[in-house]
């Protein structure tokens, strides 16, 4: 059982902060990386992306100098073909939260995977490198985009996920509804049955230190992709 949400957040659609209870599932301790996604492409199981370059990168999908990276570029379809490719799924969106924020020993949930305190230097953000009026020009985390995923071993959750916050942005299984944290079921929530939007988790290189908090929620139409947009996968144990 873990609490969901967060009722001091000025976002309605994180409230109310509410206790959900999960069966066990096994999540990545990564992002997908190109050259794990490749490998699906390669047999033909799954679709390239929709750009093999990166935002500050001519060559970064297909580039070996890469394969550590996040796979970006692809839409919820293409992740949602490459977790089933390898015998496993998106996260629920409580599976996604979870894994980000318990503290499973005391049983806290934290706003950040580290703790409740920003910390520039544990996650790629939005900082002195980014475009944009809304950079942190105190921190330089060395990337101008993307960093190759485990590169902040500092910011991993307590259950020991990298990247759940920054890096890029995570497509998860459920649809959005921005009443779901009032409608939802305390067990094993799966979202709403249809929509329009599917849920985006974590936060990216672009993002500022209140949309990598563990429960800022965002989405995107399913067939977006970007460039600071990638995914996990989740498993159920058999």
């Given at each position: 059982i873990f609490s969901m949400g967060d009722d001091e957040s000025d976002d309605r659609d994180q409230q109310p902060a509410h206790l959900v209870r999960l069966d066990a599932y096994y999540i990545d301790e990564t992002e997908v990386t190109n050259g794990a996604y490749a490998q699906c492409v390669d047999v033909g199981a799954c679709e390239p992306?929709?750009?093999?370059?990166?935002?500050?990168?001519?060559?970064?999908?297909?580039?070996?100098?890469?394969?550590?990276?996040?796979?970006?570029?692809?839409?919820?379809?293409?992740?949602?073909?490459?977790?089933?490719?390898?015998?496993?799924?998106?996260?629920?969106?409580?599976?996604?939260?979870?894994?980000?924020?318990?503290?499973?020993?005391?049983g806290l949930k934290f706003r950040f995977p580290w703790g409740d305190a920003f910390d520039g230097t544990r996650l790629n953000y939005c900082d002195n490198n980014c475009p944009g009026g809304d950079s942190d020009t105190t921190v330089d985390d060395g990337h101008r985009d993307t960093a190759p995923v485990g590169s902040f071993a500092d910011g991993r959750s307590s259950l020991g996920l990298y990247d759940m916050a920054g890096n890029v942005m995570e497509w998860v299984g459920v649809w959005y509804s921005a009443r779901e944290y009032v409608e939802s079921s305390d067990t094993n929530p799966l979202g709403p049955l249809e929509g329009d939007f599917k849920v985006i988790r974590g936060g990216s290189w672009l993002s500022t230190p209140v949309d990598v908090?563990?429960?800022?929620?965002?989405?995107?139409?399913?067939?977006?992709?970007?460039?600071?947009?990638?995914?996990?996968?989740?498993?159920?144990?058999?």
């Open positions: 992306p929709d750009s093999s370059n990166a935002t500050y990168h001519s060559a970064y999908y297909g580039d070996p100098a890469f394969d550590d990276y996040p796979v970006i570029f692809t839409n919820w379809y293409d992740a949602d073909e490459f977790c089933r490719w390898r015998g496993a799924r998106l996260p629920s969106e409580a599976e996604w939260e979870k894994a980000a924020g318990l503290e499973p020993q005391e908090r563990v429960t800022a929620r965002d989405s995107f139409d399913p067939l977006v992709s970007r460039a600071n947009l990638g995914f996990r996968c989740a498993m159920t144990p058999q």
